[in-house]
């Protein structure tokens, strides 16, 4: 059973920085996927970022250039750093993780994904 928990989640004014991490144990040596969404009120939940086993990336147009999702393995976590938020950033950030590796084009479906965390909640006042 792979189990994620999230944390680093709070209130900034825009324009600030957060970092949020993620304790994941589904690194393995046979593939992984992990990634972030985010779900604001009344929005669906939607791909941020991703990261697999072989460290390749993947964002959404909304965030890149001001979010970075990085890993160490060592320590089962995955974190994104967030820069430049702004009030449209405010959310619940959820982290997710599969034990395989996906193609680059689904990676930030929340389909594909067979485990959640519990949410971190980010708020971006202006």
């Known amino acids: 059973q792979v189990r994620l928990v999230e944390s680093g989640g709070g209130s900034v004014q825009s324009g600030g920085s957060l970092r949020l991490s993620c304790v994941a144990s589904?690194?393995?040596?046979?593939?992984?996927?992990v990634a972030w969404f985010r779900q604001a009120p009344g929005k669906e939940r939607e791909g941020v970022a991703s990261i697999d086993s072989a460290g390749s990336t993947a964002y959404a147009d909304s965030v890149k250039g001001r979010f970075t999702i990085s890993q160490d393995v060592a320590k089962n976590t995955l974190y994104l750093e967030m820069n430049s938020l702004k009030p449209e950033d405010t959310a619940t950030y959820y982290c997710?993780?599969?034990?395989?590796?996906?193609?680059?084009?689904?990676?930030?479906?929340?389909?594909?994904?067979?485990?959640w965390g519990q949410g971190t909640q980010v708020t971006v006042s202006s």
């Open positions: 589904v690194y393995t040596d046979s593939g992984y996927c």
């Open positions: 997710a993780a599969e034990g395989r590796r996906i193609e680059i084009w689904f990676r930030l479906s929340r389909n594909v994904y067979s485990y």
